[in-house]
């Protein structure tokens, strides 16, 4: 099923009374960039996502477990989206209760989607703040964007609250933009410099010219948010210079949902280009969906189209994030069931680590503490942080990118399949570690894997860009590596490689080149003294196992 399904609500049930309400764990943060422009009109249309609570999570948790451990005799046998439903489905009496409640407050225009977890309806901005009491939506605005948030916390009925996750379409605001053209100096000189180009990426890592897709049954895809889009033209432009060498696709085959108007993204840019140059000749696709009203959350929204469609790529890279601290942990927690939704389906879900390096966050007048990202710090994706060349003007080894996120979940307890590295790296780097109260030892520490993320080129606008970094730019690189993976698998009759860290964990660096060399940035006071955590042998915090040597990388994940 690949559309979402439209349905009225009908009355289900009448006995429920309603006795008080229960208020959400949610934190109200409105950045300080976009400006308020005052309430919407009562008459104003929105669109909220309303989470309902799923079945047997905890199955659903150990059957990833079981599809991705390597020495399971379950492994890779990967569920279909039936199974998934059938197993997550909502309880009847959540779905009556979800239903009867929206049906009394007049709400019948919603959609679902095939696992029956989610609704999306639609309802005047005075019956969402008489659903959802406390509830108040103004209009923000930044630059030349609109949206619609609730500036208050928002509650449910306590009849309601155990069958909820959360709603969504309330608070999220996308942060801002980062900078990709990072400044050329960073300590070195500016002007002449080797850059990062395709064959150079090919060179480091190992590609040769036959390394490209050749399976029907493949494809990737990239998601892009904050107002991103690509353009047809640049990735054309792109390909013809840079995609010489090895055979390649200069086109994507579908776009999923509608690209804003306006000048292409930095980003989206990056993205499109890298992933298709590295996973050279294989089907690409984009997911874009600005929403259909100003109160769509877009990243949601791509969550609950992927609950949707039966025929996915198996390769997703998403260079997006927030802070740990500014969602909830409710939120946090769904979003992660939906990627274990995706892993148990047989999809590589991949993060960028972000581009700030170990974070900071002020806690009190002189208490300051690192900041994770999410989804970067989920357990059930594989984050892919930063790293230079040591030496700019040649292809030579690689050294950490002090802006490379990295470092250790406040939420998420560390997954089994990480304990034993990361006590490794704790115990070899102690006397050189951060002030401990600076971050959690027990929290799912990232990031996985690494690849180049300085000083790439770009086409933007039909011409060449240097200067762009960030973990944007590796993401989609490893990801593209990864797709090739898949595509010798497949041909081979395997399954997709899945959900990753489980199998990467066991090979304890084995067919990656280990970076060891450099620090990240984190806070800058009298403790930190503005470093963060620093590259060691094996795994770290910040390049993980370190950068992909592809044709071994390839040998040892083709093994059945």
Sequence with gaps: MNTLLTFSIPLLFSSLVWSGYLEYDQDVLIPGDWTPVGRVDPSQELALTFALKQQNVDLLEETLRLVSDPDSPQYGKHLTLEEVASLVRPSELTQKTVN?????????????VSTQDFLQCTMTAEVAETLLPGSKFHRYKRGGQSLVRSSAPYSVHDDVHPHLDFVGGLHRLPPEEQDLRKASSKGKRAGFHLGVTPAVLRARYNLTAADVGRAQNNSQAVAQFLEQYYSPADLAEFMSIYGRGFQHLSQVDRVVGTQGGGKAGIEASLDIEYIMSTGANISTWVFTNPGRHESQEPFLQWMVLLSNMTDLPWVHTISYGDDEDSLSAAYMMRINTEFMKAGVRGISMLFASGDSGAGCRQLGKEQNSFRPSFPASSPYVTTVGGTSFKNPFKVTYEVTDYISGGGFSNVFKMPDYQVSAVDAYLKTVKAALPPQSYFNTSGRAYPDMAALSDNYWVVMNRV???????????????GGMLSLINDQRLLKGLPTLGFLNPR?????????FDVTEGCHLGCVDEQAQGKGFCAAQSWDPVTGWGTPNYPELLAVLLAE
């Design 100 to 112: 009867h409640w929206l049906q009394c407050h007049g709400i019948t225009n919603c959609l679902t």
């Design 504 to 512: 990467l964990y066991k090979l304890k660096g084995q067919a990656l």
């Design 464 to 478: 060449p860009i240097p200067w762009v970094s960030g973990t944007s730019a590796s993401t989609p690189v490893v």
